[in-house]
């Protein structure tokens, strides 16, 4: 009772001095990729310099912010599920605003008013400046749908808030959106046209996040490769930064086939504090499927890029995506996609079976033709096929050692400590001595699994 009191005095005395959003509590919920948790790091920096309080226990929260992603079905799903979920506090909780942003939002705004029609607001990508009014308005009963794409946006005035991150690494975008037009995918859709930030900007985030204490910058992009800002490219971009941000590790994803340049590898090369990794997905191994998918590259295009990348910096790992069960795959095509991941051997991949969105090219223009018991069946040859070659390749890395950077406690083992390499494999230790976390160590591997090198410290 009291509560209930003190609450509604609150409410009187802020709505008399137009302070509304004080006695909000906000919580983001993340779906899907990289720049979706940057993009919820920008919200929360935009939503906690209008003096709204961040809370991580959405029951603490009164007003709750979904942040989804509409590349395949399932994710889309989950956000349904979740909406459902909280229609019931919605119907309890008067004061309780639940709002809707990102790719979805951008890409089915009227669809979740009408079918979710206890949402208050919808806003995609490129309209969060306007979350706060939205907010406001929702206490006032205004509905909100802000899905405007602004090629001109990059939220270059915003330090985004890094409270999805570990306290060790963050993400920087360096661009938003995308021009490629891969047949299948709802990217350029809902994220709009590619633009990419002035490198100062760039540059200023990374020096603020190193002043909080970040070790680890991983600077992403749908296609980091076509980063450009006036005479500056991607090589040169990462270039300033190793200078500038000598103790920093730099990370980078993702980079497109057919637009990585030697000029990036040798940059990667060059560089201690560039992190050997490559993140470059293949798709296909079939030059027919690569070609209805518009990846604008070949099978022998790909292979000679790994090539380079194998021959310019000879520790670097490679991870890919991979997509099977894609408009009139044969199984010829298929084996296609078997043959080039054994003549590559990722380090790592993630595997997806081809699901139609609605809005892309192939969804209006090709068939999706292919069984889904064989999509099924082809996933998981995929993935058993990855299980094997990810072994394969961790296994060359017993009898090294590797700098580790220090993340924290082993999940499955408090006294032992994880970490990363810098080809991004997670290596699990045992020391003598407590680590710190955010420290770097020298780590000899023993042994590994399929996803882990496991090591002692040494000196
Ligand atoms: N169906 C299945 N997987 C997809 N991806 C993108 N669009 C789709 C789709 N419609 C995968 C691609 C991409 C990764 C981010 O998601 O492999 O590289
Ligand atoms: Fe989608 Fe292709 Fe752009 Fe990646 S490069 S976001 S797969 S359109």
Redesign the pocket.
Known sequence: MLNLISRLLAFFFCYEYNNFEHMYQFYIETYG?QMNVYDSELISSILISSDFKQTHDDRQANVIIINTCS??KTAEDKVFNRLKHFESRKKKKKDFILGVVGCMAQRIKEDIINNFPFVDFVIGPDEYHNIVKAIIDSTQGIKSIKTVLNSNETYEDIIPHHFLSNGISTYVAITRGCENFCS???VPYVRGKERSKKPEVILKEIEKALLKGIKEIILIGQNVDSYRYEEVDFADLLQRIAINFPGMRIRFSTNHPKDISNKVLETVAKYPNICKHIHL?V?SGSNKILALMNRKYTREYYLERIKAIKKIIPSCAITT?I?VGFCNETDEDFKETLSLMNEVIFDHA?M??????EGTYAYYNLKDNVPEEIKIERLKKVINLQNKLGLLSKKNDIGKTYEVLVEGTSKKNKSEYMGRNSQNKVVVFSSPVPIEKGTYVNVFIEKVTSATLIGKIIK
Do not use: A, S, T
């Open positions: 990729c590349i395949r299948y995918c709802i997905p798709q995506d997509m993630f997806f079976k081809y699901n139609p969105r």
